[in-house]
């Protein structure tokens, strides 16, 4: 059974671009959480999906939206970066109240 | 506002010793889990335990106990036997019972074990 999966594992961007970053949760788990690690910090929530719906939303500007597909998976959109999105950004996907974390995809912007 | 403080940036251990790791938090709500989650070098956040708030009785996963203090919100993790694979990042994380699954961390303790 695979876990959480992410990618890109890397990726670096310059100031004003847009980044997209996709997460395939656990199978059979249908809410899919994103979190942004910044470095030497924990883990900020950024936003939840269920059923396609974004459920619940963490302190984060416009420029960070999401999207959930059909097949439970998820995208994370970024725009107009600025060099403060720098960061480790973690999907996790849930089950009976628990979190199971990917790997995570560390964003650079120059 | 609720938060999570972990005050201990760093801490080291002897194989085969045991240590302590310490984290407080700050919340209104009476009902709520508490977690601490291992993050090795490879990313992945691991969970190591988990409390229940209602639950009296300090949670145990093998190696890895806690001493929950509901009145002093304090949610300490001890580490018995530590191992060479211990060594990682530890998150002390918090999240309320209802109408929510947003998790709020602490900044990490980073845990060093020495042969």
């Known amino acids: 059974d695979a876990g959480v999966t992410q990618s890109p594992t890397h990726l670096i961007k310059t100031r004003g671009q847009q980044v997209t970053l996709r997460c395939s949760p656990k199978?059979?788990?249908?809410?899919v959480s994103w979190y942004q690690q910044a470095l030497g910090q924990g883990p900020q929530f950024i936003f939840q999906?269920?059923?396609?719906?974004?459920?619940q939303r963490g302190n984060f500007p416009d420029r960070f939206s999401g999207h959930q597909f059909p097949n439970y998976s998820s995208e994370l959109n970024v725009n107009a970066l600025l060099l403060g999105d720098s960061a480790l950004y973690l999907c996790?996907?849930?089950?009976?109240?628990?979190?199971?974390f990917g790997e995570g995809s560390r964003l650079t912007v120059l | 506002a609720q938060t999570v403080t972990q005050s201990q940036p760093e801490m080291s251990v002897q194989e085969a010793e045991t240590v302590t790791l310490s984290c407080t938090y700050d919340t209104s709500e009476s009902d709520y889990y508490l977690f601490w989650y291992k993050q090795p070098p490879s990313r992945q956040m691991i969970l190591v335990i988990r409390?229940?708030?209602?639950?009296?009785q300090n949670a145990t996963e093998n190696r890895f106990s806690v001493n929950f203090q509901k009145a002093a919100k304090s949610f300490s993790l001890k580490i018995s036997d530590s191992q060479l694979g211990d060594a990682a990042m530890y998150f002390c994380?918090?999240?309320?019972?209802?109408?929510?699954?947003?998790?709020?961390f602490g900044t990490g303790t980073r845990l060093q074990v020495f042969p």
């Open positions: 994380a918090y999240r309320p019972r209802a109408f929510t699954d947003k998790l709020i």
């Open positions: 999906y269920y059923e396609e719906e974004e459920r």
């Open positions: 409390q229940e708030a209602y639950k009296q």
């Open positions: 996790a996907s849930q089950w009976s109240g628990e979190l199971f």
């Open positions: 199978s059979g788990h249908d809410t």
